[in-house]
């Protein structure tokens, strides 16, 4: 996989040779038993980044999601967050297997909605209803486009929730990509939360692993539920010392993903068959929509000429930047982009 330039996912890279050095050298305990020295080190630096009291290292952010839903709801509540949302979208009807709970999807384009669209889903205290228990946001949101929340609309939208009695929990799995865009601090961003996930292994280039942070109530409730869910992990040390360098190293590098998403956004906007909504190319992800031409053909022109990228919709394609790709990846994907020519396109589409 290594000779292709990756954009399907920044969960496409490979932990750096200092990662696997650290990894072959990291103190190890049975995590379980609470007795890894290296994952509490990672539990510590990562609530202190994210200003809470508490953190616990999970395998994935889809645990930590899901670990963190089933703390704040019961079966038979609901929970509202937007309907593209990774916890309702991506997560294999977790919400539904593991916390009985349903859904209240919103409608916000930009991934964010109003504070009032959230004051109008919340349930009456009737025995009619289900109780509104939980907002999340997602902050950046992934199918969005990488949209960015800033701490004011954060603010806004958990003070709307918290009016009416529900908890406010962030998918924040791409939350250091949202804190260097706005030049704010993580902490910052999740303040008016109770609780948020940060992914390890996105662009921040661990090879496994999420953290989710709230209260040490809260923490110390989610470990049983981790344990539960079979994600208690013995000697995980060897994972938290990537995910410690990743945490440390990983968001200087983001700023340089963002510019490198720019220039591919801008670069995909002189391409006659494709749309791309350059206000909306915020972090690190270019959404790109094809004007002529099919989406397969797109994708198999780009990997002949040695460049991956993903379908995000039926006409649309994802390309996501990350540490392991570089200026010369771009201009590589540029290239073969412009080599799609709308000929070619409408061809592909007759056929
Ligand atoms: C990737 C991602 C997650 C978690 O994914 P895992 O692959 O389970 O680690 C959660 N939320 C968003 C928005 C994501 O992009």
Redesign the pocket.
């Known amino acids: 996989m290594s000779s292709f330039a990756d954009f399907r996912?920044?969960?496409m890279t490979a932990p750096t040779p200092a990662m696997r050095a650290a990894m072959a050298a990291a103190e190890v305990g049975d995590d379980v038993w609470g007795e890894d020295p290296t994952v509490r080190a990672l539990e510590q630096e990562g609530a202190s980044l994210l200003g809470k009291p508490a953190a616990l290292f999970l395998?994935?952010?889809?645990?930590?999601?899901q670990v963190a839903i089933a703390g704040h709801c019961r079966s038979g509540d609901e929970l509202i967050c937007e309907e593209r949302?990774?916890?309702y979208y991506?997560?294999g009807g977790g919400i539904a297997r593991w916390s009985g709970t349903q859904v209240r999807p919103l409608v916000a384009a930009d991934g964010f909605p109003q504070p009032h669209q959230v004051e109008a889903v919340v349930r009456p205290c009737d025995p009619h209803f289900p109780r509104s228990a939980l907002l999340v946001v997602?902050n950046?949101?992934?199918?969005a486009g990488g949209r960015v929340g800033t701490p004011t609309r954060i603010a806004a939208l958990a003070q709307a929730a918290r009016r009416h009695g529900l908890a406010v929990h962030c998918?924040?799995?791409?939350l250091m990509n949202a804190a260097v865009a706005l030049g704010c601090t993580a902490a910052e961003l999740v303040a008016p939360c109770d609780t948020t996930?940060l992914?390890l292994?996105?662009g921040l280039g661990a090879p496994v692993?999420?953290l989710l942070a709230g209260s040490a109530e809260f923490v110390f409730a989610a470990r049983r539920t981790r344990k539960a869910f079979g994600g208690g992990m013995r000697q995980a040390g060897v994972l938290a010392a990537a995910g410690l360098l990743a945490l440390r190293e990983g968001p200087s590098l983001l700023a340089a993903d963002h510019a490198r998403a720019r220039r591919l956004a801008e670069g995909l906007a002189g391409c006659a068959w494709a749309h791309v909504d350059l206000a909306a190319t915020e972090t690190n992800i270019v959404m790109c929509d094809l004007q002529a031409g099919d989406p397969q053909a797109l994708l198999d022109h780009l990997r002949a000429h040695g460049v991956l990228a993903a379908k995000a919709g039926p006409r649309r394609l994802r390309f996501v930047l990350h540490r392991d790709l570089d200026d010369a990846a771009v201009l590589r994907c540029l290239q073969a982009c412009r080599g799609f020519a709308p000929a070619q396109a409408s061809r592909s589409s007759a056929s």
């Open positions: 996912s920044d969960t395998p994935s952010g889809t645990m930590a999601n949302s990774h916890v991506y997560e997602e950046t949101h992934n199918m998918d924040g799995a791409r996930t992914c292994s996105k692993g999420s």
